[in-house]
Each structure stands twice: as structure tokens, then as C-alpha cells.
């Protein structure tokens, strides 16, 4: 077995004992493999590994690995912040984007999603802890945009995506993210029938999925430390 797919198999471990200690099922949170700054080489191990969903920051990064891999099924995550020049590849490359924190972002996807290709499925990025240097909507604002967006052809929203500052411990951790499920569950009793909840990295993954993560996104614990990053 190798390293990545040995990670991989602890990562899952995890999750499915964060699930048993939560009362869930362990189908309903799914692993987004963050392959960020790793060539396809390492994403091969992984979906080799049985892994499908893979995240993605640098927009020119991940199409040079969708046209090494084109031969594999996989799905693409766009979780990188996202700029109005960079809205058409990730609208007719990707498969999700988790990071839309503005309706301008959201009506560009929308119009340069090809019409053959199906809804591209989105999130709306919350700053749940306030971070001044972190992007997403408030919590505040987060329906008012949410109902914008579940409103444009081409897109389908499915939830919310948090990205909060590192915590000291479990309990801090899970207080964060029961912030962010607050909102989800906000946006839902507004009616927005929402099934993502994406929250949780490879540090504070179970506090995630204790308060309700269905997609966690975890990166150096299968991949293990990053190369240098790249601009």
C-alpha cells in the first residue's frame, strides 16, 4: 500500500469514528481529497486508493492536471479564492465551487457555464468568526446572497463552505462550526432545501462533522506537507 492511499485509509477511519461518536452515518459525509500544490501523480495514487473528489486553490494548476488526468473520472472542487478573470475555466471546467462570497462572482459562473454541461454546483463562503482578512459573506448577509444565487441558470447552490480561524482545542473547534451550522440550518427553514455543509480540515475534521460537516476537505494528512506554494 502506499503512503497516500494508507493516509487516505486513516483519514477515512476518522471520519467514520467522528461519525459513530456523532450518532451519523458515515455515508452522509463525503472526503474532498485537497490536492492542491500536488502533480497528478499524487492524485493517481489517490483515485487509485478509491478516491474521486479532489479540491483544488490555483485555477491554472488544476486545469494542467484535468488535461493529464482527463482519462480518470474525477470530480474537481474549485476551493480557492475566486477572481472575476478566473470565473470562465472554473465555469467550464469544475465541477463544484465552494468559494462565491459575491453575487457578481455568482452571475459570471452562471453565464459561462456551457449549456451542455449540467448545473455547476456551488457554495456560498461564510466568514462565521468575523476573520477581517477572510473572505466570505457574514452570516447576516449569507440568505440574501443564498436566494440571489439559487435564482441563476446554470448554477446550482448547495450549501455553505467555512473556512474559520485554527482553534486551540476540540471544544473550540466545534463552537466554530456550530456557528456555521447555524447558518445552514438559517437558510434551510428559509427554504433553500441546502445538502452541503462544507466544513473541517485535516486538523479539526471530527469537531466538523459533530456539528453536522457533510464534506470535509483535508489535504496535508493524505498528501502529507505541501511544496511551496505557488502564486
Not at 475566486?82 to 459575491?102: C, G, I, M, Y
Not at 433553500?192 to 476537505?217: H, I
Request: glycine fraction near 8%; hydrophobic fraction near 50%.
Amino acid at each position: 500500500m502506499t503512503t497516500i492511499a494508507s493516509n487516505l485509509q486513516a483519514v477515512r477511519e476518522r471520519i467514520a469514528t467522528a461519525c459513530t461518536s456523532a450518532g451519523r452515518s458515515v455515508e452522509d459525509v463525503t472526503l474532498l481529497a485537497v490536492s492542491k500544490t500536488f502533480g497528478p501523480g499524487a492524485v493517481r495514487e489517490a483515485h487509485a486508493a478509491g478516491q474521486l473528489a479532489f479540491g483544488e486553490n490555483y485555477v491554472q494548476e488544476a486545469l494542467e492536471k484535468m488535461a493529464d488526468l482527463a482519462d480518470l473520472p474525477l470530480q474537481w472542487h474549485c476551493i480557492g479564492p475566486l477572481q472575476s478573470n478566473k470565473t470562465r475555466p472554473v465555469a467550464e471546467h469544475f465541477d463544484w465551487v465552494h468559494t462565491v462570497d459575491r453575487l457578481k462572482i455568482a452571475e459570471r459562473l452562471a453565464a459561462q457555464r456551457p449549456p451542455e454541461r449540467p448545473p455547476l454546483n456551488v457554495c456560498i463562503q461564510v466568514n462565521v468568526d468575523g476573520g477581517p482578512t477572510k473572505a466570505g459573506v457574514a452570516p447576516a448577509e449569507a440568505l440574501a446572497l443564498a436566494r440571489a444565487v439559487a435564482a441563476l441558470p446554470g448554477l446550482r447552490l448547495r450549501g455553505i463552505m467555512t473556512i474559520p480561524e485554527p482553534a486551540a482545542d476540540f471544544v473550540a473547534a466545534r463552537a466554530l462550526h456550530a456557528g456555521a451550522r447555524a447558518v445552514f440550518d438559517q437558510l434551510n427553514a428559509a427554504g433553500l432545501a441546502l445538502d452541503t455543509l462544507s466544513m473541517g480540515m485535516s486538523a479539526d475534521l471530527e469537531a466538523a462533522v459533530a456539528e453536522g460537516s457533510t464534506l470535509v476537505r483535508v489535504g496535508s494528512a493524505i498528501f502529507g506537507g505541501r511544496p511551496a506554494l505557488r502564486a
